[in-house]
């Protein structure tokens, strides 16, 4: 089978303008006989089913929270990416575009990139039009920020809540849309199946979380945008319920999964503190335009620390090593994240870790707060302030710029972070990889889009800060709403779709099958248990650094992992009622295949490459060291059987218009 990526032809910078002029349209009248279905209300799946039910499609939309609001990209702190160049700092779409191509390591399709940063400005016009309370500077233009891997300012940001307010502004574009009947939202739904009909995708099957009962929904299409599986390493920032299962079920159906080991460790996240946690809390990115990033130069400071005898402030200036400074110094603490997290685990495995574990860094705004504090002085008028005036007032701006992110940090420590560094260290966040799509976000299964978190595009195999909240905006609000006609234009003498064909009883009875399966195991460890051993296999095997051995071992106790689990997992209660113990099987058995997958997928790929980092493939100074003959592709997995290895396809990166280079923020 041949990959086709479909991307227009013509030069990268009219690409889009010249496809939207050219795509086929659906008249308004066949609209509103098409039925489509969004499975998710996140960021992209709240922008997409609004906007589809603002063009008039009939939109069924789905959601196994209780609200659309409870996605996990409330979640998101630091900002979202535009190419507005508010700042006159030499932003532009080309180098948002560049920054985006060259943060992933060369591993993502020009022609998505280049869309991508094109409608990125047209985003933030749409928030600012719902009222997302975007922080203002004093002249009262939008403000800025930066993120890692750039040079420039180009991060809207609502102080450390962006997810939270871009989803107040796409729910109530979406409540208007409920409200006037163009979109029928199923909340506490989880889709359980997807349905083929002649190989195209023609609805779902779902579970209502509260009674129990299993429901069929047909429509001419099926839109995914349940978001990323980062949960299959147990311990991650992701919301407990982010899972894999919709898209795992349209991968068992026929869908490539695109780069499925492409996973972003994010450097800055709250260290694990003990064997029984069960989720990992994230500090913004944003907090590393002032933080400084460092651990004692020296082992028995170090050592001192770990064992409580010394503080961090103990720690004389020239004692310590900003390390991020001194390896980068042209990006210093705002490389890109698989860069700094890379970097910090150095640090820590040469004996250098400031916790108790040893497994963390320091992220100081001692520096931050002088600087602050000394501009604050001169704005007021105080020429000769005192050290106390200085701190006060730099603690100041430091909260209003930062103030939720340090209250959560002290909550969860109990340590002040304007008196104390920090201590931070890496853990899973986003994963690159997802749905394999074209550039119309259609899957390889006919009708069947997956967009967001959900999908592999754009991002190659590392994501820059704050360009998942653009990406996401920008496939529900601006890129399907086009390309979804492209599809449905074919559609329209498709009569409502019937959910008594056999394939929806097919699809139906395996999955209460599967659900029963799994009641009547009547094992001895808990579905929690399991997943706890599957993360850890994974982050141990599959995680910030991989190699041949580790990915072989991974593979095997995955294997023997699934097994032991279809023995000897305890899913007490019963299958027509609410049942939370069966929601959490159904993620974890998914998981426990993805695992796999995952796996296969990094040990393929003998390179490294973004979050992708092979041991055996490193430069003489531990940066990732790509090999652009062999492996400059997407790689695109078909399920084939459990026990059968899946079936790779490549689709070739073609760089037409950047030049590939070795990747450096030195
Ligand atoms: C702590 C944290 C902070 C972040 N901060 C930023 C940031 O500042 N900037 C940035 O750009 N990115 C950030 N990110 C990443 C970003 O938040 C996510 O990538 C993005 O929000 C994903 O949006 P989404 O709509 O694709 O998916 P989600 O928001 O995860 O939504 C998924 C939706 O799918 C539904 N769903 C899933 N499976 C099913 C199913 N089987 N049946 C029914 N419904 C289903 C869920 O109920 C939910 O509605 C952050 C991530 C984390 C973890």
Same mark, same amino acid.
């Given at each position: 089978?041949?990959?086709?990526?479909?991307?227009?032809?013509?030069?990268?910078?009219?690409?889009?303008?010249?496809?939207?002029?050219?795509?086929?349209?659906?008249?308004?009248?066949?609209?509103?006989?098409?039925?489509?279905?969004?499975?998710?209300?996140?960021?992209?799946?709240?922008?997409?089913?609004?906007?589809?039910?603002?063009?008039?499609?009939?939109?069924?939309?789905?959601?196994?929270?209780?609200?659309?609001?409870?996605?996990?990209?409330?979640?998101?702190?630091?900002?979202?990416?535009?190419?507005?160049?508010?700042?006159?700092?030499?932003?532009?779409?080309?180098?948002?575009?560049?920054?985006?191509?060259?943060?992933?390591?060369?591993?993502?399709?020009?022609?998505?990139?280049?869309?991508?940063?094109?409608?990125?400005?047209?985003?933030?016009?749409?928030?600012?039009?719902?009222?997302?309370?975007?922080?203002?500077?004093?002249?009262?233009?939008?403000?800025?920020?930066?993120?890692?891997?750039?040079?420039?300012?180009?991060?809207?940001?609502?102080?450390?809540? $962006? #997810?939270?307010?871009?989803?107040? =502004? *796409?729910?109530?574009?979406?409540?208007?849309?409920? &409200?006037? %009947? !163009? /979109?029928?939202?199923?909340?506490?739904?989880?889709?359980?199946?997807?349905?083929?009909?002649?190989?195209?995708?023609?609805?779902?099957?779902?579970?209502?979380?509260? $009674? #129990?009962?299993?429901?069929?929904? =047909? *429509?001419?299409?099926?839109?995914?945008?349940?978001? &990323?599986? %980062? !949960? /299959?390493?147990?311990?991650?920032?992701?919301?407990?319920?982010?899972?894999?299962?919709?898209?795992?079920?349209?991968?068992?159906?026929?869908?490539?999964?695109?780069?499925?080991?492409?996973?972003?460790?994010?450097p800055t996240?709250?260290?694990?503190?003990?064997?029984?946690?069960?989720?990992?809390?994230?500090?913004?990115?944003?907090?590393r335009?002032?933080g400084r990033v460092w651990v004692p130069a020296k082992?028995?400071d170090a050592?001192?620390i770990?064992?409580?005898?010394?503080?961090a402030n103990?720690i004389a200036e020239s004692d310590r090593d900003y390390f991020l400074e001194r390896r980068?110094?042209?990006?210093g603490n705002?490389?890109?994240?698989?860069?700094a997290?890379?970097a910090a685990?150095v640090e820590c495995?040469k004996?250098l870790g400031v916790?108790?574990?040893?497994?963390a860094v320091y992220l100081d705004f001692g520096a931050a707060?002088?600087?602050?504090?000394?501009?604050?002085?001169?704005?007021?008028?105080?020429?000769?302030?005192?050290?106390?005036?200085?701190?006060?007032?730099?603690?100041?701006?430091?909260?209003?710029?930062?103030?939720?992110?340090?209250?959560?940090?002290?909550?969860?420590?109990?340590?002040?972070?304007?008196?104390t560094p920090m201590k931070i260290?890496?853990?899973?966040?986003?994963?690159?990889?997802?749905?394999?799509?074209?550039?119309?976000?259609?899957?390889?299964?006919?009708?069947?889009?997956?967009?967001?978190?959900?999908?592999?595009?754009?991002?190659?195999?590392?994501?820059?800060?704050?360009?998942?909240?653009?990406?996401?905006?920008?496939?529900?609000?601006?890129?399907?709403?086009?390309?979804?006609?492209?599809?449905?234009?074919?559609?329209?003498?498709?009569?409502?779709?019937?959910?008594?064909?056999?394939?929806?009883?097919?699809?139906?009875?395996?999955?209460?099958?599967?659900?029963?399966?799994?009641?009547?195991?009547?094992?001895?460890?808990?579905?929690?248990?399991?997943?706890?051993?599957?993360?850890?296999?994974?982050?141990?095997?599959?995680?910030?650094?991989?190699?041949?051995?580790?990915?072989?071992?991974?593979?095997?106790?995955?294997?023997?992992?699934?097994?032991?689990?279809?023995?000897?997992?305890?899913?007490?209660?019963?299958?027509?009622?609410?049942?939370?113990?069966?929601?959490?099987?159904?993620?974890?058995?998914?998981?426990?295949?993805?695992?796999?997958?995952?796996?296969?997928?990094?040990?393929?790929?003998?390179?490294?490459?973004?979050?992708?980092?092979?041991?055996?493939?490193?430069?003489?100074?531990?940066?990732?060291?790509?090999?652009?003959?062999?492996?400059?592709?997407?790689?695109?997995?078909?399920?084939?059987?459990?026990?059968?290895?899946?079936?790779?396809?490549?689709?070739?990166?073609?760089?037409?218009?950047?030049?590939?280079?070795?990747?450096?923020?030195?």
């Amino acid at each position: 089978m041949k990959i086709e990526s479909n991307i227009p032809a013509g030069p990268l910078e009219s690409k889009w303008t010249q496809y939207k002029s050219k795509v086929p349209l659906v008249s308004p009248a066949n609209k509103r006989k098409l039925d489509v279905i969004v499975v998710g209300s996140g960021l992209a799946g709240a922008s997409a089913a609004a906007s589809l039910g603002e063009l008039g499609y009939n939109v069924s939309c789905f959601t196994f929270h209780d609200s659309p609001r409870r996605a996990h990209s409330i979640a998101a702190q630091g900002g979202i990416n535009a190419a507005k160049n508010y700042m006159n700092d030499g932003d532009s779409v080309y180098r948002l575009f560049y920054d985006t191509i060259k943060g992933g390591d060369y591993r993502a399709r020009e022609a998505n990139v280049y869309r991508l940063a094109e409608v990125s400005a047209a985003i933030i016009d749409q928030a600012v039009a719902q009222g997302v309370p975007f922080a203002r500077e004093y002249g009262g233009l939008l403000e800025n920020r930066s993120f890692g891997g750039v040079q420039v300012s180009r991060t809207f940001y609502a102080r450390g809540q $962006t #997810g939270q307010q871009l989803l107040i =502004g *796409a729910y109530q574009s979406l409540s208007r849309q409920i &409200g006037l %009947g !163009n /979109v029928k939202m199923y909340n506490r739904h989880e889709m359980l199946e997807l349905v083929l009909v002649d190989g195209k995708a023609k609805g779902i099957i779902v579970r209502n979380l509260i $009674t #129990g009962k299993i429901q069929r929904f =047909g *429509a001419h299409c099926v839109v995914l945008a349940t978001g &990323g599986y %980062g !949960n /299959v390493f147990y311990l991650s920032t992701n919301a407990m319920g982010c899972n894999t299962t919709a898209i795992w079920k349209a991968v068992k159906k026929g869908a490539f999964m695109g780069n499925p080991c492409y996973t972003q460790i994010h450097p800055t996240c709250i260290p694990v503190s003990g064997d029984y946690q069960s989720k990992l809390t994230l500090m913004s990115e944003s907090l590393r335009n002032d933080g400084r990033v460092w651990v004692p130069a020296k082992k028995e400071d170090a050592e001192a620390i770990r064992q409580g005898k010394k503080m961090a402030n103990d720690i004389a200036e020239s004692d310590r090593d900003y390390f991020l400074e001194r390896r980068y110094p042209a990006f210093g603490n705002l490389v890109p994240r698989d860069v700094a997290s890379r970097a910090a685990k150095v640090e820590c495995d040469k004996g250098l870790g400031v916790s108790p574990t040893g497994l963390a860094v320091y992220l100081d705004f001692g520096a931050a707060i002088r600087r602050y504090g000394k501009s604050k002085a001169n704005v007021l008028g105080l020429h000769e302030p005192d050290e106390k005036t200085i701190v006060r007032l730099g603690e100041e701006v430091v909260s209003e710029k930062y103030g939720n992110l340090f209250e959560m940090y002290e909550k969860i420590t109990g340590e002040n972070p304007y008196h104390t560094p920090m201590k931070i260290y890496p853990a899973v966040h986003y994963t690159m990889g997802g749905l394999w799509v074209d550039y119309n976000l259609e899957t390889n299964i006919p009708g069947l889009f997956a967009i967001g978190e959900a999908n592999f595009s754009d991002h190659g195999a590392n994501r820059l800060g704050a360009s998942a909240l653009m990406q996401g905006l920008a496939d529900g609000y601006f890129v399907l709403p086009y390309t979804i006609g492209n599809y449905l234009s074919a559609e329209i003498r498709s009569p409502k779709v019937d959910t008594t064909h056999p394939a929806f009883d097919e699809a139906e009875s395996k999955v209460s099958q599967q659900i029963q399966q799994l009641l009547n195991i009547k094992g001895k460890q808990s579905v929690e248990s399991f997943h706890r051993r599957l993360g850890k296999i994974m982050w141990d095997h599959c995680g910030m650094a991989r190699n041949e051995e580790g990915l072989k071992q991974a593979r095997q106790a995955i294997r023997a992992l699934r097994e032991e689990f279809w023995k000897d997992v305890y899913v007490p209660g019963k299958a027509g009622e609410f049942n939370p113990e069966i929601e959490k099987a159904g993620r974890v058995m998914d998981f426990m295949e993805l695992g796999e997958l995952m796996v296969v997928d990094a040990l393929h790929r003998r390179e490294s490459c973004g979050g992708h980092f092979r041991e055996e493939y490193q430069t003489e100074e531990g940066e990732t060291l790509r090999d652009d003959q062999e492996f400059n592709y997407v790689a695109a997995w078909q399920w084939t059987d459990l026990n059968k290895d899946p079936e790779l396809f490549k689709e070739k990166l073609e760089y037409e218009f950047v030049k590939i280079a070795s990747r450096s923020y030195k």
